[in-house]
């Protein structure tokens, strides 16, 4: 279910944004506008609200700490001779905004080198009715750079994390239900700040007390191969991560099932990798930021609007026949093949390797042990090249971004989901090493099911093959026709097991040889697709390099040579240039400029 805030004036607004209100006494007491200005969500967190860090700056200003310092009784003012305005400038001092670290040390170094500011400890103060305490605070320099505050065991008091033995004199005197609510009370004031960094991608371990700063959370209803997936709204001044297509707002934030380090670190390593500049990809999903609280994982991602199926389903279900959407059909398609040949030759030097890690498992399958340069008897800085299986391609784990540059472009498309990936020095990988992959059934391919056989990054080839012959299928006429076509696939269906008839993968099993071969469903059905009103050169072209060249079955030769597909690699560069020769001069629908059309393709 959707969480939304109970306050829509606490949404995301910038920071920069938040600072043109200043405090207005006419509303009310501080203590009222801050709890008003908190951010709750029902049904997440336990409902427990936040400050937004522009709030936080506007409210507790010095003009409103100065009015709440004069306002103490004689009796409780700790202020009465003293300078009333240089304590609140002292209390409200600026200092910069820091992403949330997983240890101490930064915090403490900061605490040395950053002018002190008390805002956040004056609002905890104010909002459990004790600010007239604030002086003892300042005195003693307990600042918000120490918050959060952690309570000692043994003696049930407040101290400052990492000096356990150093007890705080400002508590002097407070009972344990006032600490208690202090302790509770300071998280309001501590939501964190993600911050992007292209490479090494930023992880941030919370404690369980953080409260993470979302103003909405949506579980989605379809579910990631290795996790649940979540619509999350960051509030604006909480995080500065860069989609690189204009919407900051919205994100999509992966929760692993498992708790294990080692399946977090495996999905991580590979995104990590691709993230960096010389292996980035206009085709592949980027990590943006990565968090671990209550023991649990999450991946943070840029927000899609569709997986390809919904695309399909929800977005365009009946496609324009014009050259615009098959232009773009075809660049996808070529950048979908490119960013797997990404994935499938990754170069990296050795001693950088996404993959200088070894996971211990339980079983071999995802066991990982490369060798280092020095192993090889090679210098550190030899290029090295390592084959890559996403082992999952299939239209859900194909995100469609729409465009923001306003410039009416159809959007693009990204692969995601590296949960099972798997990297090694060799193409191919064996039984055992492929056994805990989910086989989707539609997508999968024959050999996959062979246990006296190795499978290669070949694997992948086969499920792209199938999702280009539902593009092309989407494209004739709409998700209808695509899902007649799957339709069509069920009805022919016997694979390897009486019990399996039905199942609509792509290939079956001639009973007589008990050998795999395409699909009579589907080799039909190509036969239509050739037939078709739509069917250009260009489709004829296309058609031809799925049905000869990716869509076959693979085998061993009398002479030991093999019959393989064609490589991601060659995908992408034969089919920039049926690009080339097919549509630059009008033969989509109309005449298309040819500087426009090599000018694209060659952007892949």
Known sequence: MA???????????SKAGSQLLRYDKSKGSLQNQLSRAMVRLRDHDHDRGYLPDGELSRLVCKEAVE????????????LANMDIAAEAQEICRDTENYPSTSNGHEKEIETQLKPRSYRKVFAVLLLIERVCKIRRFVKEAVCDADLPLVVDTGSFSLRRKGRLDVPLRCFKGWTQSALTQFEERQWIVLAPHFSWRRSPVIHHDFCNGIILPFTSWTKLKRASGMGQVFKVEIHADHHSLDTGRGNNRFFAIKRLKSEEHEDFNREVSILRGLNKEHHAHPNLISLLATYKQH????????????????????????????SETIMWLAEQCVGLASGLAKIHRYETLSGSSLLNLSFPRKSTAYHISVETASDLGGEEN???????????IKPSNILWFPDTSGEGRKGGLKITDFGIAHFKTKDYFTFQERGRAPNSPTYRCPEWDTKDEIASTSYDIWALGCVYLEFITWYFGG???????????????????????????????????????VKPAVTEFIRDLYAHTECTDFFRKFLAM??????????????GSKVGRKSAAHIARDLQEIIQRTLKNGGAKGPILQERIIGRARSW
Not at 382 to 392: A, L
């Open 295 to 322: 023991g649990i994982y999450y991946l943070i991602f840029p927000w899609a609007e569709a997986d390809l199926i919904g695309y399909w389903m929800d977005i365009n279900p009946s496609p324009s026949h014009d």
């Open 3 to 13: 969480d939304s805030p109970v306050r829509p004036n606490s949404s995301g607004s």
């Open 479 to 517: 998700y209808k026709y695509q899902r007649e076509f799957g339709r069509k696939r069920l009805t022919s269906g016997d694979a390897w097991g009486e019990d399996e008839v039905g199942i609509d993968t792509f290939f079956t099993v001639e009973k007589s040889s008990r050998k795999p071969i």
């Open 382 to 392: 030899d290029t090295r090249i390592f084959f890559g299986r996403h082992g999952d």
């Open 546 to 559: 799925i049905e000869e060249e990716i869509l076959i079955v693979e085998e061993k030769l009398p002479d």
């Open 67 to 78: 009015e709440v310092l004069r306002g103490f009784t004689p009796s409780t003012r700790p």
